[in-house]
């Protein structure tokens, strides 16, 4: 079952590679993503499997779900916008197959309770995004794809050396080689390692997937990557890689905080954390250009996240935070890339009165936005109280420079959002000839699902999300 | 086993050959000198890896070494030869950092290798513990040779001369599982970014391969 999810995303792949009509592509690419989520849903309802390579936990599997989700909704919202991407015949096959083969990856990253086979599919996820971020061939795809590549290489190229130099600590102690990559195995002899060895594994794993969950400073190939590529990616970017790779940073902190006198990777994550959102709350302000805002405000929200979770109990409301972030923000990415399309610019200032022009639209992009900038009724509110609160035991000083950040990132996207949604009206750009403006239904459908189940999730908090988090908590321990 | 033991001397030759070579890329300002080096660099691991083979008893290492002899000594150099030839860059390489710069801070990154390594492989074996130093030193030099490079050909010998100091680390780990995937995997990265430079027409669009043409690109939209 658990293979399934990985195995059926590379099959479906190799026939859209295959396959010539775009359209047809388009829609076996969205069912083959519906079947993925189906597929996710039914690793929680079916018997829980046993654990070889590949492992199910408290804190895998609610990432699994919302990235079989968000993979089904990109894929529905891909194929109304079909048209507009306006893709030459090769690309389209290399976008919707690369599609998969991300989906596929990014399922196996979260599965593998082997640290090599996470890295691998790490990468395979990394190239995959590259050649859907290329896929326009203009300068400034090429630009952002070029950077993404050079920059995210060299964060994998430092997290597969952190990867040996923890093997290498771990050889002394395993008398079975071929467990060396185990994250389970690891952590049970990581206690009696050579704390040298694992600090510096700590401090590569940290930058090099740190680079891939753009966290600052490492992060400046993102912006481009979501500005340049097709909205579906900038939300499975935004929405799921960022994810696993932070998902990776905390699986290798749970090896190496079990050792007393390594170096504990949790007060380098704090600074990165706080160093993206404060950076991301000052560079809010400065954004004309609607996609490279919610790029920053990724960066933003990943800080957050791992703020929450470098901190003591802060990892439940971690949880909450990426979940819901993923939620949020790709549904404002569906929201932004049908207002792009219908006002011909990415420019903010080009998209202003959404709320009175395409009322449906415009009210989903508002809620979306707000749900970002920390308002109720979504579940970001409830995870960045809950930080205030583990930060002021933690700290106090922590929560002033929590709570300055918090404030001007919200305040920078309530900005944005009076100006996209209430600005005075701005004309739709001519409908181009031959492609139908037609299809609203695959972006208004994904949009208002994802922030019903947000809300959804905010208002289970106590029940069912509540213990989900909690296992999730557990696993970190 | 230490200093006077063949494997041990063998093994550190080849590490360090690996290390000098480093120094040439980071020196070396024309391209075609600067492709010889990583193809000697990529050599002297395959024969590393082999080495490593022979001495820990290990038949995987075989492979990974003759994957190391065939892509990365032969067949990627003669790839990046051909496309330097096909956009006539026989010159020298425009640098960032200055050679005498660039020395300085190679040397100042490989003595913090060493000192960062040394005492923290304690526990280990003193090959094991040597020989992380020498790759963590490739590491640090080829992310520097990419920081020193503004031209894209540049970028990708540093990213692969990076590649090859992993690679080194990873044969010195006695029956590490998985070695060949993930060398075959990190040589795919590699790959990739070769076929980018090709296909992406880099040169057809900027008419040349000075990455510092795509910074006109950067930024919001105007």
């Not at chain 1, 829980?48 to 993979?71: M, R």
């Not at chain 1, 000052?282 to 609607?290: C, E, G, I, N, T």
Request: aromatic fraction near 6%; hydrophobic fraction near 60%; charged fraction near 10%.
């Amino acid at each position: 079952m658990m293979a399934a999810l990985v195995l059926f995303p590379w099959a479906a792949a190799l026939l859209l590679a295959l396959l010539p009509g775009q359209r047809l592509s388009a829609r076996l690419n969205a069912a083959a993503s519906v079947v993925g989520l189906v597929l996710a849903v039914g690793l929680v309802l079916g018997p829980e499997p046993a654990a070889g390579l590949l492992h199910l936990d408290g804190l895998n599997l609610p990432l699994l779900l919302i990235g079989g989700f968000i993979g089904a909704t990109a894929s529905v919202y891909s194929l109304g916008a079909i048209h507009a991407e306006a893709f030459p015949p090769w690309a389209g096959r290399a976008y919707h197959a690369a599609f998969q083969i991300f989906l596929g990856a990014q399922s196996l990253a979260l599965l593998s309770d082997n640290l090599g086979v996470m890295w691998v599919a790490i990468e395979i996820a990394t190239l995959a995004s590259v050649l859907m971020v290329a896929v326009h061939r203009t300068p400034s795809a090429i630009e952002a794809a070029w950077k993404f590549f050079v920059l995210a290489g060299v964060g994998i190229a430092l997290a597969l050396f952190g990867t040996i130099v923890l093997a290498m600590a771990a050889r002394p102690l395993l008398a079975d080689p071929e467990s060396l990559l185990s994250i389970s195995a690891l952590r049970a002899v990581a206690a009696g390692a050579d704390p040298g060895l694992l600090s510096l594994a700590a401090v590569m794993l940290l930058v090099g997937y740190g680079t891939k969950a753009g966290l600052v400073p490492l992060h400046s190939w993102l912006p481009d990557a979501d500005a340049e590529g097709p909205t579906a990616i900038s939300a499975v970017l935004s929405g799921l890689l960022l994810n696993a790779a932070l998902h990776a940073i905390l699986r290798v902190g749970s090896i190496i905080g079990l050792n007393a006198e390594a170096i504990s990777p949790a007060p380098f994550l704090l600074v990165l954390g706080l160093a993206s959102l404060l950076l991301a709350s000052l560079a809010l302000w400065r954004r004309r250009d609607a996609r490279r805002l919610f790029a920053w405000s990724s960066i933003e929200h990943i800080g957050i996240a791992a703020i929450c979770f470098s901190l003591p109990g802060g990892a439940a409301p971690g949880m909450l935070h990426l979940i819901g972030h993923s939620l949020l923000k790709s549904a404002v990415f569906y929201a932004v890339g049908r207002a792009i399309i219908l006002k011909g610019s990415q420019k903010i200032a080009d998209i202003s009165g959404l709320a009175t022009s395409h009322p449906a639209l415009g009210w989903g992009l508002l809620l979306g936005i707000a749900g970002l900038a920390g308002l109720p009724p979504f579940p970001l509110l409830m995870s960045e109280i809950r930080l205030l609160v583990v930060a002021a035991i933690f700290n106090p000083w922590l929560l002033i420079l929590l709570l300055l950040g918090l404030f001007t990132a919200g305040a920078a996207l309530v900005t944005a959002l009076t100006k996209l949604c209430w600005g005075p009206e701005t004309p739709d750009a001519p409908a181009p000839a031959g492609a139908p403006m037609a299809g609203g239904w695959t972006v208004l459908g994904p949009v208002w699902l994802h922030l019903a189940v947000a809300a959804l999730l905010a208002v289970g908090l106590p029940g069912p999300m509540g213990r989900m988090l909690a296992a999730a908590a557990g696993v970190l321990q | 086993m230490g200093f006077g033991h063949i494997p041990f001397d063998v093994s550190h030759a080849l590490a360090g050959g690996m290390l000098l070579m480093s120094f040439v890329l980071l020196y070396q300002r024309r391209v075609p000198g600067l492709i010889a080096a990583l193809a000697t660099q990529g050599g002297l691991l395959g024969l590393a890896a082999l080495w490593q083979g022979w001495a820990q008893g290990a038949a995987g290492l075989y492979l990974t070494g003759l994957i190391a002899l065939v892509a990365k000594a032969v067949l990627i150099p003669w790839a990046l030869s051909t496309l330097v030839r096909r956009l006539g860059m026989h010159g020298s390489v425009q640098t960032a950092l200055g050679i005498g710069p660039s020395m300085i801070a190679g040397v100042g990154l490989a003595a913090l290798a060493l000192v960062v390594a040394l005492p923290v492989a304690a526990g280990g074996s003193a090959l094991a513990q040597e020989d992380l130093a020498v790759a963590l030193s490739v590491v640090l030099l080829g992310m520097l040779v990419m920081i020193a490079r503004r031209n894209a050909i540049g970028q990708v010998v540093g990213l692969m001369s990076m590649e090859n100091g992993l690679i080194l680390a990873a044969v010195g780990v006695q029956g590490l599982p998985l070695l060949i995937e993930l060398s075959t995997a990190a040589l795919l990265l590699v790959l990739a970014l070769v076929a980018g430079v090709f296909l992406t027409g880099i040169r057809e669009r900027f008419d040349s391969l000075d990455v510092a043409f795509l910074e006109d690109h950067r930024g919001e939209r105007r």
